[in-house]
């Protein structure tokens, strides 16, 4: 049933992306800060199997990087020592969710030699490495700001439909400002109210609570309408007939109407809040350095000479599609089964 | 001491007018539900309402199991005008007047399974422990013809008949005093009708109920009603013992409904031609 | 007739809320633009104090508002601090160089939305439908960001189009064709990822409305007419569908202004973009307040004229 695969390959898309970042020390073999001063901009590391004389390795390895003489931007490969990769090997110290501190690293090489999968940046940080921290980051930004955005909508929308009269239209007219502003030009008005100097942390919930605040006006217009119609059903108002208090009718029977269009906004949410915290980052208003974020590994692209020669700072924006359609894939098939056992 | 009335509702001179504004201009559009009804509800007695859609016989229900507020006139139960209850002494009032609604598919939550349904009122009346709740829930399925094996399934599963009989087990669970049925059996076929009025005489007998049968199916009603009242564009324009309605109706409309009903007879002829 | 004034005056009120709530921020700012300045020992207290006199910071919030409303109405929309002169030259300019693109953007867009959703629509189910949805998925995955990044690099590779910018120097000088030649050259790559970026939400609506006025039961009545297939699509399916997405043209404004912030700041247009970027670094909330509001201003009039639109076109409407 194509429905079916629809969720699946979904959520199993969405499930791997979360666990490589969430386990980003273990997957990744440098830590997000490391500097390489000596290989700014050094491309993708290739993987070999045959060495320079022909000899077959069954263990892959890489060439060190040395820098070239005739070329002060560009690198030579040392043939002469091979660096074999290890798997599972012993490296830099990581901590997982701030808890469970390791030093396993998945994959690693030997000395001199270096592994970037995805390159290096100006300061010969690994691409790779600090695109799965990044993602801790912007996923946990865009998860925080639609969990925030749909629980604002929830009360504000429950409110406004059971209650009705002037709370409802004063709320509208609320929700209608924030709907006539253009969505981007208005997190940058509130982030430019906000102090440019934070600590990271202040930041980043700072973040999270502006892109969730300025949202919450679609879905709780959209809740609000499964409101109106939920209470006025003939059990509410039956169960009203027993004396029932309107917490009691919200919790138990109009809310729950509702659940299927929260879930449904969430997960669209989801991934528009994520683009949001990278776009606010690319433009230099998000978390600041070291920390990673997605936006802030592709900053450098808006110098010309880094988007003309560096292909591989692009990585990170085309690595974006899969996890965004893991996200869309999921979101059709959650709305497809709502729409099945809608009653 | 205070003789018992023989009336356990009394109605005077209630009116209800339900306003629409229009948006943006500012006319209001009234309708005029119904007005000056008095009524007298014996007790232990069945009244039916009767007349035809639009009467307003649905919002003077409505009124009565202070569902809705009227605009004027009082309603008395045992002596006190519950128009003006309190707070506090309509919760309790609700455990004495009960609704079973028309609309079977929409009457209970179909989320809700058989024995949340019939729980609700008593978890709201706060009547009895959880098991105490549970174990009258399935005691009243039994009497109103469900199986208690189908305690856990949800109200979708539920055929309209069977909702309307859960809807019925509702109303009763709070062992109300006064039920009042508005066009409750008229979606029903005419097997689930009977099921359902033979259930209510029973417990008529056995508890002394007073029910309150809106209908607009006049012949239906005469089967059990001992009282009938006749309701036309918002007014009661005769009402009599059921016996006295059918053999001397007074007021002309009567006689147009009285008329309109196809007797058995008839109805065959016509198959027939 | 009345219904013209409502939307009027509906969006006139809300004009005023959304001008209160951009000063309101001012209120929560808990620095300025002179945060950075007091960071550096070598400038007195004095100084720092003396010029947030001179500007007019020390007052209080409603104060502030009631001359900023009034000064806006006589056209002067204040003074950038960072800039060192008034706003309303600058914004002026970067204003009419933003309508350029996305009036452009939104043009192309809609011009494309509605061909591919009818065409859709006319074969539901069918293999065009199929490739439409396809196509319009795959656009709406692709980030936008990517998109104009991607289109960056086409331009600096390829060299086919200009690599951002608005005007090449050479133009300057230039006679009036090749001036509109150049202006078109530097537009396009812009305008053409901002009506992608906008394309996919528009051609499923057109779709959908298309697909509700094709199924309902005028459509077959007239069908059962024998009237030709255009005029029927033409003259009789596309008038009514034009009542939803009339209201669409509103809301999409609303997502081009958006997208349009960051295609500018991508593509080195100069627009209403960079300089809210550049204004929100510097804490220039003199510059960032109206540049919001003029966003707004845009976002409500484009509303305005497809209410406008919508009262000219539909009945319906007219005889509410």
């Known amino acids: ?343 | 001491m205070k003789a018992t009335d023989s009336y356990i509702l009394r109605i005077e001179g209630l009116a209800k007018t339900y306003v629409q504004l229009r948006r943006f201009t500012r006319e209001r559009y009234k309708v005029r539900a119904f007005e000056n009804v008095n009524l007298s509800i014996p007790r232990g007695g069945t009244l039916a309402i009767v007349g035809e859609s639009g009467a307003g016989k649905s919002s003077l229900a409505r009124c009565l199991a202070m569902l809705e507020k009227p605009d004027e006139g009082e309603i008395r139960y045992e002596g006190s005008n519950i128009v003006r209850a309190s707070r506090k002494d309509r919760f309790s009032l609700h455990r004495d007047i009960q609704y079973v609604f028309q609309e079977a598919m929409t009457a209970v939550n179909p989320r809700f399974n058989a024995v949340e349904v019939i729980t609700e009122p008593l978890l709201l009346q706060r009547m009895g422990t959880k098991a105490e709740q549970r174990a009258r829930a399935l005691e009243l399925m039994r009497q109103v013809g469900l199986s208690p094996d189908d305690a856990e399934k949800p109200a979708l599963e539920f055929s309209g008949g069977q909702r309307q009989r859960l809807a019925t087990a509702r109303a009763l669970a709070v062992q109300p005093k006064v039920l009042i049925l508005d066009e409750a059996l008229s979606n029903l076929d005419l097997p689930n009708q009977e099921l359902i009025l033979r259930i209510l005489d029973d417990l008529q007998r056995r508890h002394a109920l007073t029910y309150v049968h809106i209908s607009h199916d006049l012949r239906a009603v005469s089967q059990f009603a001992d009282e009938v009242a006749v309701m036309r564009e918002g007014k009661i324009v005769e009402h009599k013992r059921t016996a006295d309605l059918f053999a001397h109706p007074e007021h002309a409309y009567t006689r147009e409904l009285l008329e309109a009903m196809p007797s058995v007879e008839s109805i065959l002829l016509q198959r027939s031609a | ?320």
């Open chain 3, 1 to 320: 007739m009345k219904y013209l004034v409502r939307r009027l005056i509906h969006a006139a009120l809300l004009m005023i809320g959304v001008s209160f709530f951009s000063f309101a921020l001012l209120q929560w700012a808990p620095g300025d633009f002179f945060d950075e300045l007091r960071l550096n020992p070598q400038i007195s207290k004095q100084t720092i104090e003396g010029l947030r006199v001179q500007y007019g910071l020390d007052q209080p919030l409603p104060e502030r508002y009631g001359r900023w409303l009034r000064s806006v109405a006589k056209g002067d929309f204040g003074f950038s601090v960072a800039y060192g002169s008034p706003v309303g030259p600058i914004i002026g300019v970067r204003a009419r160089n933003t309508l350029v693109l996305t009036g452009t953007a939104i043009l192309a867009a809609w011009l494309f939305a509605i061909p591919m959703g009818m065409w859709a629509a006319i074969g539901r189910n069918g293999w065009a439908d199929r490739i439409c949805g396809v196509a319009t998925s795959t656009m709406l995955t692709i980030p936008d960001l990517l998109l104009f990044l991607c289109l960056l690099l086409l331009a600096v590779r390829t060299g086919w189009f200009p690599a951002g910018g608005m005007m090449s120097p050479s133009a300057e000088s230039s006679g009036f064709w090749a001036k509109a030649k150049d202006l078109a050259g530097h537009t396009f790559l812009p305008a053409f990822g901002l009506a992608v970026a906008t394309l996919p939400i528009l051609v499923r609506h057109v779709r959908a409305a298309m697909i509700d006025v094709l199924e309902s039961p005028f459509m077959r009545a007239a069908r059962g007419h024998g009237i030709s297939r255009s005029r029927l699509l033409f003259r009789y399916a596309l008038p009514v569908a034009a009542n939803p997405l009339i209201s669409l043209f509103g809301f999409s404004v609303a997502t081009m202004l958006s997208a349009s912030l960051l295609a500018e700041v991508v593509m080195s247009w100069p627009g209403l973009g960079p300089l809210l970027i550049e204004a929100t670094l510097s804490r220039d909330i003199s510059m960032v307040v109206p540049v919001v509001l003029l966003s707004a201003i845009f976002l409500v009039i484009g509303n305005l004229l497809s209410d406008l639109l919508l009262f000219a076109t539909d009945p319906r409407i007219r005889v509410e």
């Open chain 1, 1 to 343: 049933m194509r429905r079916n695969h629809k969720l699946g390959i979904g959520l199993v898309m969405l499930g791997a992306i979360h666990v490589a970042v969430l386990f980003a020390g273990f997957f990744a073999p440098y830590g997000f800060a490391t500097q390489n001063r000596e290989l700014p901009f050094a491309p993708p590391t290739r993987i070999h199997f045959v060495d320079a004389a022909g000899k077959w390795h069954a263990r892959p390895f890489v060439y060190a990087l040395g820098a070239d003489p005739a070329n002060p931007e560009g690198y030579v490969t040392d043939r002469s020592v091979t660096c074999p990769v290890h798997f599972w090997v012993e490296g830099a110290p990581y901590k997982i969710a701030g808890v469970f501190a390791s030093r396993r690293h998945l994959f690693g090489v030997e000395e001199p030699g270096r592994i970037f999968v995805m390159g290096t940046d100006a300061y010969g940080r690994d691409q790779f490495s600090r695109f799965l921290f990044g993602g801790q980051l912007s996923l946990l930004a865009g998860l925080l700001a639609a969990g925030l955005s749909v629980a604002l909508g929830m009360v504000i929308g429950g409110v406004s439909g059971f209650y009705g009269g002037w709370i409802d239209e004063i709320l509208m007219r609320g929700g209608e400002l924030f709907l006539a502003l253009p969505w981007l030009y208005l997190l940058f008005a509130v982030r430019a109210a906000l102090p440019l100097h934070a600590s990271q942390a202040q930041i980043f919930l700072l973040i999270v609570g502006v892109v969730g605040l300025i949202g919450w006006a679609r879905p709780a217009r959209l809740i609000r309408g499964v409101v109106l119609s939920a209470k006025e059903r003939n059990w509410v108002v039956a169960a009203r007939g027993f004396g029932a208090s309107d917490m009691y009718l919200l919790r138990r029977h109009v809310l729950p109407e509702a659940y299927g269009v929260i879930l449904t906004q969430g997960t669209l949410l989801i991934p528009q809040y994520i683009l949001a915290e990278v776009t606010l980052t690319f433009l230099g208003l998000g978390v600041g350095e070291p920390m990673p974020s997605w936006g802030s590994l592709l900053s450098s692209l808006q110098q010309y000479y880094v988007l003309a020669s560096y292909w591989w700072m692009f990585l990170p924006a085309l690595l974006l599609v899969p996890i965004f359609l893991a996200f869309y894939l999921a979101a059709d098939a959650v709305q497809e089964h709502l729409k099945s056992v809608t009653l």
